[in-house]
T-cell receptor, first 115, second 113 residues
C-alpha cells in the first residue's frame, strides 16, 4: 500500500501565484488533515475533513482553501501565495472509532517556497 | 485551549543508555495521546497510541505511559541505538468533539555511537 501520498514534493512560487497541493490516501480513511510545520512553531492544523464533501477550519486557515470531492483525495489550495506561506506541508489521515481517532498516517511532506 | 509541551527540546545520549522523553498537556480530558517519530526531511510515523482508558503501551524497546490526572506522558526508550536518532513528537486530542490533534514541538534526540 502507498499509504498517504503528497504531490508535489517541492515547489517554488512567486508572490501572488496560485497552486494546489494534492493528498491521496488508499486506506479508505474518513478523516484527512492538512498541517504546516515551521521551525519553532511545530505542527499547526490548517484545515481538515471528516468525510467526503466536508471541510472545516483548523488553527491557521487564512490564505488557504481545501476541497474533498472524493473520499481518497484532499486538496489544499493557495489562491495568492505569500512569503509567510513558505513552509513544509503535511497531509495526514485516520479512521475514527467511538473512542476517538486511530493511528494517524502522514505523507512525506511538500516543501513550498514563496519568493 | 489544549497546549502540549515537550521538554527538553533536544537531548544527546551515548548509545546503550535508557532514556525518557516527557510530554505534558494542559487539559486532562483527552481521547488519546500519540507519540510520533520524525526523521529529517520526512513525515511523521506513529509509534504508540494510548487510549484515555489505558495507562501504558509498549512496542519493542519503546514504552509510553499516560497519567491523565497530572497531564503527563513519558516515552521510555530502552538500550538506545544510533538509529533512534530523530525528533519525537507527542500529540493529544481533547474530548468534546474537537476532532483534531494538538502537537508538541518535539524533542530532538541524538544517540551517539
Amino acid at each position: 500500500n502507498a499509504g498517504v501520498t503528497q504531490t508535489p514534493k517541492f515547489r517554488v512560487l512567486k508572490t501572488g501565484q496560485s497552486m494546489t497541493l494534492l493528498c491521496a490516501q488508499d486506506m479508505n480513511h474518513e478523516y484527512m488533515y492538512w498541517y504546516r510545520q515551521d521551525p519553532g512553531m511545530g505542527l499547526r492544523l490548517i484545515h481538515y475533513s471528516v468525510g467526503e464533501g466536508t471541510t472545516a477550519k483548523g488553527e491557521v486557515p487564512d490564505g488557504y482553501n481545501v476541497s474533498r470531492l472524493k473520499k481518497q483525495n484532499f486538496l489544499l489550495g493557495l489562491e495568492s501565495a505569500a512569503p509567510s506561506q513558505t513552509s513544509v506541508y503535511f497531509c495526514a489521515s485516520t479512521q475514527r472509532t467511538r473512542g476517538g481517532p486511530g493511528e494517524l498516517f502522514f505523507g512525506e511532506g511538500s516543501r513550498l517556497t514563496v519568493l | 485551549k489544549q497546549e502540549v509541551t515537550q521538554i527538553p527540546a533536544a537531548l544527546s545520549v551515548p548509545e546503550g543508555e535508557n532514556l525518557v522523553l516527557n510530554c505534558s498537556f494542559t487539559d486532562s480530558a483527552i481521547y488519546n495521546l500519540q507519540w510520533f517519530r520524525q526523521d529529517p526531511g520526512k513525515g511523521l510515523t506513529s509509534l504508540l497510541l494510548i487510549q484515555s482508558s489505558q495507562r501504558e503501551q509498549t512496542s519493542g524497546r519503546l514504552n509510553a505511559s499516560l497519567d491523565k490526572s497530572s497531564g503527563r506522558s513519558t516515552l521510555y526508550i530502552a538500550a538506545s541505538q544510533p538509529g533512534d536518532s530523530a525528533t519525537y513528537l507527542c500529540a493529544v486530542e481533547s474530548q468534546g468533539g474537537s476532532e483534531k490533534l494538538v502537537f508538541g514541538k518535539g524533542t530532538k534526540l541524538t544517540v551517539n555511537p
